[in-house]
C-alpha cells in the first residue's frame, strides 16, 4: 500500500534529469538503491534528525527526482513531498500498521491525509499476506495483498487500486508490485512497479539517478502515466 496507492493517484513534478550520483541531504544515509520496473529507480535511507524508525523514499524517473515520502515505523505515510506537500492529519481512524500485519496476517486502514492548499483525501482499505516469500535478487520478500480506495472529505470516489506488494519485515517497508488502478473513471490500468535489482552500498550502481528497466515501453505511454493528484 505504500508504494502502490498513493503514487499511483499523485501527480508529481519532475526536476531535470542528470546523469550520475544521487546525494542524500546531509543526516542522512541510504541503505538501499532499488531499481524497479515501470522506469523507477529509488533510494530508502534514514535520517539522524527524524523520529526514531522514520524512513524516507526518493524517487527517479527518466526525466529526474519527481517524489519524497516519509513513513513511520508501522508504514503511516508521515509526509510526502511532490508538486505539494501531503501529511497525515492526527488520529486516524484506523493507523495502519506492519506490527499488526505481520503478527496477524492483514491490517486495516482508514485515515485522511491533507494538502498544502487545506485539501484532503481519505484512504481506506486494508494489506494482507498471502503467505507466500518472492526472493528477488537474492532478498527475501513477503508478498501481500492490497485493495485500497482514495476519497474527497465528502465521499466522493477519487480512484482503487488493488494487486500485490512485497514487504521486507526488518526493514519494514513496502515494494510496489503487480496490479491494476481506477482512476476514478471505471477502467482499471494495469501497472507492475515491482522491484528488480536490490543494491547496497559499494556495490555498482548504489545511489544512480538513472532507472533502467521498462524505460522504452514508458516512452511510448504504455503505463504509470502521471496522474493528477503520496508521502
Avoid at 34 to 42: F, G, H, L, N, T
Avoid at 125 to 140: K, N
Amino acid at each position: 500500500m505504500r508504494q502502490f496507492v498513493i503514487p499511483a493517484l499523485l501527480a508529481i513534478a519532475a526536476s531535470p534529469a542528470l546523469a550520475g550520483t544521487w546525494t542524500e541531504p546531509a543526516g542522512c544515509e541510504v541503505y538501499v538503491t532499488v531499481q524497479s520496473k515501470a522506469c523507477r529507480v529509488s533510494h530508502h535511507y534514514h535520517c539522524s534528525a527524524d523520529t526514531p524508525g522514520d524512513q524516507w523514499r526518493v524517487d527517479m524517473d527518466q526525466e529526474g527526482t519527481f517524489f519524497f515520502s516519509r513513513i513511520d515505523r508501522e508504514g503511516q505515510w508521515v509526509e510526502s513531498l511532490g508538486a505539494t506537500r501531503q501529511t497525515l492529519d492526527p488520529f486516524p481512524a484506523d493507523p495502519a500498521s506492519i506490527s499488526a500485519l505481520l503478527a496477524q496476517g492483514i491490517d486495516t486502514a482508514d485515515f485522511f491525509v491533507t494538502n498544502d492548499d487545506g485539501s484532503s483525501s481519505r484512504y481506506s482499505g486494508f494489506d494482507r499476506l498471502t503467505g507466500s516469500e518472492m526472493v528477488i535478487d537474492g532478498v527475501t520478500l513477503l508478498q501481500t495483498e492490497i485493495d485500497f480506495t482514495e476519497y474527497t472529505a465528502d465521499g466522493t470516489v477519487l480512484g482503487r487500486a488493488r494487486g500485490r506488494e512485497y514487504i521486507h519485515p526488518d526493514w519494514r517497508t513496502f515494494f510496489a508490485g503487480p496490479g491494476e488502478r481506477d482512476l476514478g473513471d471505471g477502467q482499471w490500468l494495469p501497472i507492475d512497479g515491482s522491484p528488480v535489482d536490490f543494491i547496497f552500498p559499494g556495490e555498482p550502481g548504489f545511489l544512480s539517478t538513472q532507472p533502467i528497466y521498462d524505460c522504452d515501453v514508458l516512452s511510448a505511454g504504455l503505463e504509470f502515466q502521471r496522474v493528477s493528484h503520496e508521502p
